[in-house]
C-alpha cells in the first residue's frame, strides 16, 4: 500500500513519530507518524476536525506536541516555534497566504527580510534575485513591480510559494494552495508544486481535492479523528479507496455510484428484461 516514488529514497528528510496533541479535554492528535523525503509530495488529506490543520502548526512549530517525537535528516529535533521550524528549512504556506495587496511582487517576496546596501534598501538586488526566482520556477508574472492586489488568485499562490523559498528550505508545507481556484489557476500552482518535486524539496500538500491530490502526489497521508489511517501509493489506489479511509467507510456515495456504472453490460441486459 505505501510506496516512494522513484528518485524519493533514503532517509526522509521529515519524519514525526508517535505526535499527540491535545487541547483540553480534546484529543486533537494521537500517536500519529508521517515521513516526507527530498523530490517527494506527500498529500495529507482528512474530514473537517481529522486534525490536518493541528499537525501542520506541530511541523511549523506554531503549536508544538505534548508528545512524539520529530526527526529531521534522521535526527531528533525540538521545533518549539515558527523560527525553529525555518532555521531547520521548513516553510509553510497558509491558505490566506499572507500577502500585501498594496506592495509589488517584489516587496512581498521580500517582507520582513529586505535586502540593504550602506544601511539603504537595495532595490535592485531584491528586483533581480525576484526575477531569478520566479525564471527558475517557470512563474510567469507581467512584471515584478506589478502591485499583488492586480494578480490573480494563481498568481497570487504562486508568489506566496515563490517567497517561502527564499530561505532555501528542504520541506515546504502547502494549505489547500488550490481553493477557490479556477481550472487555468488550479493548473499553474499543480505545475509549480511539481517543480518544487523536481528540484528536489520534500512538499506536503493539504488538500480536500482529490483530483489535485491524484494529480501530484506521490503518497497519500490519511488522518481521521486524529489517527492515522492509511498511508497510500496514489498511483496505486483508486480515489474511492482514498474516501474510504478519509471517512471510515467503505460504503458511500461515490463507491456505490462506481459500483453501479462497474456493472457489466450482459447484468444491465438482465435487469431490463426482469
Known amino acids: 500500500m505505501t510506496a516512494v516514488r ?8 521529515l519524519a514525526l513519530e508517535g505526535v499527540s496533541k491535545r487541547f483540553g479535554a480534546v484529543q486533537a492528535l494521537a500517536d500519529v507518524d508521517l515521513q516526507v523525503r527530498a523530490g517527494e509530495v506527500v498529500a ?20 508544538p506536541a505534548d ?30 497566504l499572507a500577502l500585501c495587496d498594496n506592495l509589488d511582487v517584489v516587496g512581498n517576496l521580500f517582507l520582513g527580510r529586505e535586502l540593504r546596501r550602506f544601511g539603504v534598501l537595495d532595490e535592485v538586488a531584491m528586483e533581480k534575485r525576484s526575477r531569478d526566482l520566479l525564471h527558475t520556477l517557470s512563474i510567469r508574472i507581467p512584471s515584478v513591480r506589478i502591485p499583488v492586489a492586480s494578480l490573480s488568485g494563481g498568481q497570487r499562490q504562486t508568489v506566496a510559494i515563490s517567497r517561502s523559498l527564499l530561505g532555501r528550505p528542504k520541506v515546504v508545507l502547502l494549505d489547500e494552495p488550490t481553493a477557490a481556484l479556477g481550472v487555468e489557476q488550479t493548473a499553474q500552482v499543480l505545475d509549480l508544486v511539481e517543480r518544487l518535486r523536481s528540484q528536489g ?20 497521508a490519511v488522518l481521521r479523528l486524529g489517527r492515522n489511517n492509511g498511508v497510500f501509493d ?17 460504503d458511500n456515495a461515490v463507491s ?19
Open 6 to 13: 522513484e528518485g524519493a529514497s533514503g532517509t526522509p528528510v
Open 44 to 63: 495529507l488529506v482528512g474530514d473537517n476536525g481529522a486534525g490536518k490543520s493541528t499537525l501542520i502548526k506541530v511541523i511549523a512549530g506554531v503549536g
Open 67 to 96: 508528545t512524539g517525537e520529530i526527526r529531521w535528516e534522521g535526527r531528533p529535533v525540538a521545533v518549539t516555534s515558527p523560527g525553529a521550524a525555518q532555521a531547520l528549512g521548513i516553510a509553510t504556506v497558509y491558505q490566506d
Open 201 to 220: 524539496l520534500g512538499v506536503i500538500l493539504i488538500s480536500h481535492n482529490m483530483v489535485d491530490v491524484k494529480a501530484v502526489a506521490d503518497r497519500v
Open 234 to 250: 496514489a498511483d496505486r489506489t483508486s480515489q474511492e479507496e482514498i474516501i474510504a479511509a478519509i471517512t471510515g467507510a467503505s
Open 256 to 274: 456505490r455510484r462506481r459500483t453501479r456504472t462497474d456493472v457489466p453490460e450482459e447484468a444491465s441486459d438482465d435487469r431490463s428484461q426482469e
